[in-house]
């Protein structure tokens, strides 16, 4: 079986045979000009460690990226799960003169899902809000 992931102009090909993945490069490059980039190391701010077992995703240098660039590298590290009844009233707080900061953040923490379920309850909360 051969699993092909598409975006663009970038394609990954993984195969449990080697010997699959070479035949099939040689039948796309007919088609269209490749490059043979070797085995996959990161894809879309994706670490990915190949294994025998199978492939490891992470995405440890995106979360410092984004711990960095939001400047919370000084901030208090708290545990998830977030607590699952949060009591908020619209009174409470106020409205954020420009929500694009905001937003931003959300939607990195969003993709950071993709490796870190166990935020994803807590990054759903802080959805609601956008």
Known sequence: MVVVLLYVDDIILTVSNYDEVDRLQDELSLLFELK????????????????????????????????????MTDGKKSYTPLDV?????????????????????VGSLIYLTITRPSIAYAVGVASRYM
Do not use: M
């Not at 949060?86 to 954020?96: A, F, I, K, T, V």
């Open 36 to 71: 043979k980039l070797g085995e996959l190391g990161t894809f879309f701010g994706l670490q990915i460690e190949n294994f025998d077992k199978g492939l490891f995703v992470l995405q440890i240098n995106y979360a410092k990226k984004l711990v960095e660039n939001f400047g």
């Open 85 to 105: 009844n949060p009591r908020h009233s619209q009174d409470e707080g106020s409205c954020l003169l420009d929500p694009r900061p905001y937003r931003a953040r």
